[in-house]
Nanobody, 125 residues
C-alpha cells in the first residue's frame, strides 16, 4: 500500500516560515519524482514545487525565491521549506509522487499517481 504522509502545516504570521515534510512508504522513493501542490480555499489545486529523482527542482513563479524543496532518499522523505510566507500562500498543501517517464514535466496534477492527505497552512496578515 502506497502511503504519503505530510506534516508541518499550521498557523503562521505573514513573513514567517514553515517546513513541510512528506514521508513516503510502499514505493521505491528514490525512483519517484516528488511534487508539492496546494489548493487555496475555493480554488483549484495548483503546482508549487517539485524535485525530480535526479534532484532537479522546479518552482511556480509565485513561490520562486521563497520556497525550497529537497529530498532525503535514505529517509524516504521530501521537504518543502517555505519562507517569507504571505496571506496568499494560505491553502491545503499536498505532496505527490510520480514515476519517472519520458516527457513528464512533473508540474501537472495529472502526472502524479499517489497523493498525501494534505496539511493546512494558514498565513495571517
Amino acid at each position: 500500500q502506497v502511503l504519503l504522509q505530510e506534516s508541518g502545516g499550521g498557523l503562521v504570521q505573514a513573513g514567517g516560515s514553515l517546513n513541510l515534510s512528506c514521508v513516503v512508504s510502499g514505493i521505491t522513493f528514490s525512483l519517484q519524482n516528488m511534487g508539492w501542490f496546494r489548493q487555496p480555499p475555493g480554488k483549484e489545486r495548483e503546482f508549487v514545487a517539485a524535485i525530480s529523482r535526479f534532484r532537479n527542482t522546479h518552482y511556480a513563479d509565485s513561490v520562486k525565491g521563497r520556497f525550497t524543496t529537497a529530498r532525503d532518499n535514505a529517509k524516504s522523505t521530501a521537504y518543502l521549506q517555505m519562507n517569507d510566507l504571505k496571506s496568499e500562500d494560505t491553502a491545503v498543501y499536498y505532496c505527490a509522487a510520480c514515476a519517472d517517464y519520458s516527457g513528464t514535466t512533473i508540474r501537472e496534477v495529472y502526472e502524479y499517481e499517489d497523493w498525501g492527505q494534505g496539511t493546512q497552512v494558514i498565513v495571517s496578515s
